[in-house]
């Protein structure tokens, strides 16, 4: 039986769930194998490659990325997935027929997970808070469903945000129709509040361990009938989200993402579905 050697590449490691999670899915599937960190510093690039070269002579099978490297490893590897090419980051690395593939897994996982807050879909209008590496994943996830997605951001990310929009406009022009940004500011979004269906945060404000208080600029309304997403995991109800709640919006945290996002990168590794998550 095959013993599966898989990891996580990231900088610090030390909080990672993901060793948690994929050990425990070894054990539902009766898998040998084991999930090991890979602390690799963010300007360390011969590190990088001599761990991929491990993933190339099958000494390992399979590694997620997190930050500061879902960018780093792109010019390391041979082929990309499309949504991790339009995306811009890998989280998940794999041999398939000798060749390193990146993949991107948090794209479908918050897709997956947020069918959980059903959005109304009368009025497919999105806005996304932040236009960091999360941010292109939602983005890309929401725009290949059809939706139509606004990112809003400080004024000192607009250009980020700008650049978001080149990059993906550059892969599908059809997307200019459906993509747009703006200041994550009252004045700005009065108006547009009331289009919109689903809010998503992919800031860290809010995070445990990060800044406290939300990201949602004060005094602006929530919307009617509407959902909102907050990718934060820790803690597990933000500000935000009791903000939003007690508005009457219906809200998720990000724990469901993350599971779901590793479910999907240990299927690719294994070949083993786990449960859709509930
Ligand atoms: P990132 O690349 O650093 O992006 C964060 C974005 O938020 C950047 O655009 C950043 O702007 C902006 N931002 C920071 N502080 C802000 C503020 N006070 N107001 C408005 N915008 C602000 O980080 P990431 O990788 O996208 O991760 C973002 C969050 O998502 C983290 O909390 C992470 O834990 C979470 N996440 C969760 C999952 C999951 O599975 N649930 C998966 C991925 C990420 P600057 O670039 O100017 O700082």
């Not at 236009?131 to 290949?144: E, F, H, K, P």
Request: one cysteine or more.
């Amino acid at each position: 039986m095959t013993k599966f050697n898989l990891g996580l590449i990231g900088y610090p490691l030390s909080h990672s769930k993901s060793p948690e999670l994929h050990k425990g899915f070894l054990a539902k599937c009766g898998l040998k194998g084991e999930y090991n960190l890979y602390p690799i510093p963010p300007d360390d690039k011969d590190a990088l490659k001599k761990l991929l070269d491990l993933v190339r002579a099958g000494e390992i099978h399979g590694l997620n990325v997190t930050i500061p490297h879902k960018q780093n490893v792109i010019s390391l590897l041979d082929e990309l997935s499309d949504s991790a090419q339009t995306i811009g980051a890998v989280n998940t690395i794999v041999l398939r027929d000798g060749k390193l593939i990146g993949e991107n897994t948090d794209a479908p996982g918050f897709w997956k997970d947020l069918q959980n807050l059903r959005p109304d879909r009368s009025r497919s209008n999105a806005l996304i808070l932040g236009s960091g590496g999360a941010a292109r994943a939602i983005t890309y996830a929401l725009l290949t469903a059809g939706w139509d997605v606004m990112l809003a951001t400080r004024e000192a990310d607009i250009q980020q945000a700008q650049i978001l929009i080149q990059d993906f406009t550059a892969q599908n022009p059809e997307y200019a129709k459906k993509l747009s940004n703006t200041e994550l500011k009252k004045t700005v979004l009065d108006d547009l509040i009331p289009t919109l269906s689903l809010i998503v945060n992919t800031t860290p404000v809010g995070m445990a361990s990060h800044l406290q208080g939300s990201p949602y600029p004060k005094n602006l309304a929530f919307p009617k009938n509407a959902a909102l997403y907050d990718l934060i995991y820790n803690p597990s109800k933000t500000q935000l989200m009791q903000d939003a709640e007690k508005a009457g919006m219906s809200v998720r945290g990000g724990i469901g993402m993350l599971e779901t996002q590793a479910m999907l990168s240990f299927e690719i590794w294994t070949g083993f579905k786990i449960g859709d998550k509930k």
